[in-house]
């Protein structure tokens, strides 16, 4: 990551543009004598670091199995671990190329932090196959212009992924967000933090699906809550649910929900107002108007 600043930055996204175009043809060209068995016919070269995981059962979308985790760079060895892996995502799932999360573990199988590329220590990440982007570089280009305005955004980094001995391709290593001093860093939040100053967080919220350990299997006042104004031109009855993502729906008390719940509501009603743009009774109470 450091010595990516090094470079002038158009100049090298267009260096990796030029070397995703070229893998590209070449593994048009290589494997189209293969396709009957859909093994390709190249490896992992090793300029990028080459992730080989080995596990001894299928890899599942939950519960996480367990394995082992070697990074490895031009014959460097940079990370030999155990990990607890799973597939990730939800309609990719059914994609060629899988994504996958994984944790790091210790020798007891424990949860450790580690610090995996240069990224700051953590236990939690990614390794997101862009199949539907065929430049491989969409979400490291716009996540890694975020960071350069000074907006936090997971840390990426172009990998290659073998899975017990099968090439899996080029993958996008990254960050799983959550709650960090290296990643969102809002402050934290116990459950018994219920009146006053503590009250007011750090929380997290996502508008999203939910996820596949929610076994509810439904949008519910234990996961979320839905917002008071439903989206433009909605037809169908479609609501805005905002999900717990930090405390999660299993921690969070009671009075962490009705505050968060209460401080939405009261900031999207300011922004449906006519006083919209007062800088007291608007929206710019509620938000720091810059980084959102």
């Given at each position: 990551m450091t010595q990516r600043r090094c470079y002038n930055w158009s100049f090298f996204r267009l260096l990796i543009?030029?070397?995703?175009?070229?893998?590209?043809?070449s593994c048009n060209k290589n494997t189209s004598s293969s396709r009957s068995n859909n093994v390709p016919v190249f490896d992992a070269k090793g300029e990028m670091p080459v992730f080989s995981?080995?596990?001894e059962e299928a890899i599942v979308d939950e519960p996480k199995t367990n394995g082992q985790l070697l990074?490895?760079?031009?014959?460097?060895?940079?990370?030999?671990?155990?990990?607890?892996?799973e597939i990730r995502g939800e309609s990719s799932q059914f994609y060629n190329k899988k994504s996958?999360?994984?944790?790091t573990r210790d020798e007891t199988n424990g949860e450790v932090n580690v610090s995996l590329l240069g990224f700051p220590e953590e236990e939690d990440w990614i390794l997101y196959g862009p199949y539907a982007d065929k430049s491989l570089i969409r979400n490291l280009l716009i996540y890694d212009l975020s960071r350069e305005m000074g907006r936090y955004a997971s840390r990426t980094e172009l990998v290659e992924v073998?899975?017990?001995?099968?090439?899996?391709?080029v993958y996008v290593f990254m960050e799983q967000l959550k709650r960090d001093d290296n990643r969102i860093n809002v402050s934290k939040l116990k459950n018994d933090e219920v009146?006053?100053?503590?009250?007011?967080?750090g929380y997290i919220l996502k508008i999203d699906k939910l996820s596949g350990s929610d076994q509810s299997g439904s949008f519910t006042p234990q996961n979320s809550f839905i917002s008071q104004f439903p989206p433009p031109m909605a037809m169908m009855g479609q609501t805005i649910n905002f999900l717990y993502e930090y405390p999660d729906a299993a921690d969070i008390a009671p009075a962490q929900k009705q505050?968060?719940?209460?401080?939405?509501?009261?900031?999207e009603t300011a922004l449906a107002s006519e006083n919209f743009k007062d800088p007291q009774l608007g929206y710019a109470n509620y938000i720091d108007v810059d980084s959102f």
């Open positions: 543009f030029a070397f995703v175009l070229g893998l590209t043809l995981i080995t596990t990074v490895k760079q031009e014959d460097n060895e940079l990370y030999d671990g155990k990990i607890a892996i996958y999360g994984f944790e073998e899975l017990n001995n099968v090439y899996k391709g009146t006053g100053e503590d009250l007011t967080g505050y968060i719940t209460n401080y939405v509501t009261a900031f």
